[in-house]
DNA sequence: ATAATATACCTAGATAATCTAGGTATAAGG
DNA sequence: CCTTATACCTAGATTATCTAGGTATATTAT
């Protein structure tokens, strides 16, 4: 549809990962976890989906990494988003809310 | 992110070609112009993302098509919804409404 | 004890939607 | 006459996501 960066619409992964990183810093497998409960299991991210998003995220340094044992003894990988992280989330849901406001016209048209 | 169809999600053409047809029938590059004019140039189209959509649609009965010739002399190929179309369209709305809120969910969350 | 499930990370290759970039042909406008 | 707009089309590239694996440790059930 020619509207320049798709990975800021539905589908939009990283725009969702941005925004619960926004609150607090978290782990992928929380990710996934959060996302799901938090949509109401709308959102049941693939591991293989989420995982490169990540990797990505961390390439364009809108997201740091860290490695942190749990108490229970497994290794996670914690991630915590970038102030340049929450400008790109902060475009991101501009773009979205245009985007679903062109739907919107488009379904409760004439 | 497993939600079956994906299709009937953003970058949903689908629906909002069946949309449009509801109102009534169109041609390829009419589409296009709609699309573009009633979501306030969001939509922008591709000819080579919307004709093989149409044809698509005709395959699976959502849509018939005759050709006709404006009256300027040109050929046109003239698109209208079918009733399963119609009833595709409503569980593509549906769908698309059950994304849009858990989008928003996580995007207004904590 | 041990088997199964849950947690936690990862990647390679397949699939599917969309775009790019062409092609054809006619009509209208400069 | 030449360019632009209209109007249709398709093949191949791109990209996001999924499938389907792999590894390893911890918890729960049998």
Redesign the interface.
């Known amino acids: 549809?020619?509207?320049g960066d798709?990975s800021a619409?539905?589908?939009g992964?990283a725009?969702?990962v941005l925004?619960?990183l926004?609150?607090r810093e978290m782990y992928g497998y929380e990710i996934i976890e959060e996302?799901e409960k938090?949509?109401?299991q709308?959102?049941?991210?693939?591991e293989g989906?989420l995982y490169p998003v990540l990797h990505s995220l961390e390439k364009e340094k809108l997201v740091t990494a860290r490695d942190q044992e749990a108490p229970s003894g497994r290794k996670r990988r914690y991630y915590r988003v970038t102030a340049a992280g929450l400008q790109a989330l902060e475009a991101k849901?501009e773009e979205?809310q245009?985007?679903?406001?062109?739907?919107t016209?488009?379904?409760t048209?004439?």
């Open positions: 549809m020619a509207r798709r619409l539905p589908g992964t725009m969702l925004a619960l926004q609150e996302l938090r949509s109401d709308v959102f049941q991210m693939k989906t849901k979205w245009v985007y679903a406001r062109a739907v016209a488009i379904l048209n004439a």
